[in-house]
């Protein structure tokens, strides 16, 4: 095959490697983000505390996620998706404190 060849094939191909890897990271960053949060929960959370430390979890590990793919991918779904987890993470954050 002429080099020519090679690179019509690799472009003809559906999958996009860079955005398979990309996607791959995120994930570990999503993770290592919620055992943050919840060790963080954890140690705070009292008797007969809301669930909202969960949500705020969730939301934070999820937003990481979001915007690490936005920061690699460009793609604005990501960073909309991250400013709105963000923002949910901290409505949950303040709940939490608030004792609700």
């Known amino acids: 095959?002429?080099?020519?060849?090679i690179l019509e094939k690799a472009r003809s191909e559906k999958k996009?490697?860079?955005?398979?890897?990309?996607?791959?990271?995120?994930?570990?960053?999503?993770?290592?983000?919620?055992?943050?949060?919840a060790?963080?929960?954890?140690?705070?959370?009292?008797?007969?505390?809301?669930?909202?430390?969960?949500?705020?979890?969730?939301?934070?590990?999820?937003a990481v996620c979001c915007i690490y793919r936005f920061i690699r991918l460009k793609q604005i779904w990501y960073l909309i998706m991250g400013i709105v987890l963000a923002g949910a993470t901290v409505f949950a954050t303040v709940r939490f404190f608030m004792g609700h």
């Open 16 to 37: 996009d490697e860079m955005e398979n890897a990309v996607r791959d990271r995120s994930a570990v960053w999503m993770a290592l983000a919620m055992v943050v949060a």
């Open 1 to 5: 095959m002429k080099k020519e060849e």
């Open 39 to 62: 060790g963080f929960f954890v140690a705070m959370r009292g008797e007969d505390e809301p669930v909202m430390d969960l949500v705020a979890t969730v939301c934070f590990s999820v």
